[in-house]
């Protein structure tokens, strides 16, 4: 393993120089003050060399590991670390794209998977919430459905109740607001205005449908223990 690893570390360094003394070569330097770009040249073609295993990375590449089994594809290692000195100014700009691409990628879909992952949560809490007996008692002080219908504007007030029953009542674990709007015989808009109101007071949840065209709304553990406590019969 020590001489595989030193092998590699050895023939970046070495191959670094060479294409770093090629690329030199390249600039066709007359002023006085050449062995500058000289070094500068090395230094790059150096730094370009030991960038290859990450390069080789990025495009899936088994050639590090193939110089481990065979040693003939230290040849072709080699002449990857010389071109990448040869052209290190590009070569090191076009490595650091991509990694800096692969990166924000992963980051993306990282976030992505939190989120559907916590929305798929928060559904299934809906579907447990819906089909479990409460067993926690619900303080009036904490919520009210006179509180909500208050911070409601006047006109809306009547449907606070009915488009409530209708998410407790529905076979379906999810509605529309236009399902409900029909089912209640009210206006969309207004039973929009229902829900988001409901949605602030943690009774309702609103969730992207599957197909991500429409908005669907659900009753929340808190709002089934409230719709429960609003139904218990007195001396029960």
Not at 18 to 41: C, E, H, P
Not at 129 to 154: H, M, R
Not at 155 to 175: E, H, Q, T, W
Not at 182 to 190: A, M, P, T, Y
Request: include cysteine; aromatic fraction near 10%; charged fraction near 30%.
């Amino acid at each position: 393993m020590e001489n595989y690893l030193c092998n590699i570390f050895w023939i970046s360094l070495a191959t670094g120089l060479l294409g770093g003394t090629i690329n030199f070569l390249f600039l066709d330097v007359q002023d006085k003050d050449w062995y500058k770009d000289l070094f500068k040249s090395l230094v790059v073609g150096i730094g370009a060399s030991f960038v290859v295993p990450l390069f080789l990375q990025t495009i899936s590449s088994d050639l590090i590991n193939q110089c481990k089994q065979d040693s003939k594809y230290y040849f072709v290692y080699a002449g990857f670390c010389i071109v990448a000195a040869i052209f290190s100014k590009r070569f090191l700009k076009t490595v650091g794209d991509n990694v800096l691409k692969e990166a924000k990628d992963a980051n993306r879909k990282a976030e992505e998977a939190i989120s559907t992952a916590k929305e798929n949560e928060e559904k299934v809490s809906v579907i447990v919430a819906q089909n479990t007996e409460p067993n926690q008692e619900v303080s009036s002080s904490k919520i009210d459905i006179k509180a909500i219908e208050n911070d409601v504007k006047e006109k809306v007030k009547g449907d606070v109740d009915n488009v409530i029953n209708a998410l407790k009542s529905s076979k379906y674990a999810y509605r529309t607001a236009k399902g409900l709007a029909k089912e209640v015989n009210s206006d969309v808009k207004v039973i929009t205005q229902i829900l988001e109101e409901l949605e602030k007071h943690d009774v309702v949840k609103h969730f992207d449908s599957s197909n991500r065209e429409s908005v669907v709304w659900a009753l929340t553990d808190l709002g089934h223990r409230m719709f429960n406590k609003e139904n218990e019969k007195p001396g029960a």
